[in-house]
């Protein structure tokens, strides 16, 4: 059983940044994708930014030059670097992870597809 854990939300300022971080119970090697997710008030959850072990990484269009996605596979951790914060960002974020690799017709930044989920933590950005 893989166990995700999230840290580094808060309350922040309009352009300002934070950084999410995941630690992993299990060796990341052993994940193939791990990605993040978010989930506003009376929103979806949408995908985010999504990692595979092969380093190939992928952003939701409203992220994409804002934010950035990485893992350590020594310390079994994910982040999110997170820059440019705007009100919209606000959301509880979550760490998700799969094994098995999906094929071409797999869109890792769909919520259906993973494995296992953290609890989440919540990111504010208001003034």
């Known amino acids: 059983q893989v166990q995700l854990m999230e840290s580094g939300g808060g309350s922040v300022q309009p352009g300002q940044g934070l950084t999410l971080s995941c630690e992993v119970s299990?060796?990341?090697?052993?994940?193939?994708?791990m990605a993040w997710f978010r989930q506003a008030p009376g929103k979806e959850r949408e995908g985010v930014a999504v990692?595979?072990?092969?380093?190939?990484?992928m952003y939701a269009t409203s992220v994409k030059g804002r934010f950035t996605i990485s893992r350590d596979n020594d310390k079994m951790n994910l982040y999110l670097q997170m820059y440019k914060l705007k009100p919209d960002d606000s959301a509880m974020y979550y760490c998700?992870?799969?094994?098995?690799?999906?094929?071409?017709?797999?869109?890792?930044?769909?919520?259906?597809?993973?494995?296992?989920w953290g609890q989440g933590t919540q990111v504010t950005v208001s003034s």
């Open positions: 990692i595979d072990k092969n380093g190939r990484t």
């Open positions: 998700a992870a799969r094994f098995a690799y999906g094929g071409s017709m797999f869109d890792p930044l769909a919520t259906n597809g993973y494995d296992y």
């Open positions: 299990s060796f990341t090697n052993d994940l193939y994708y």
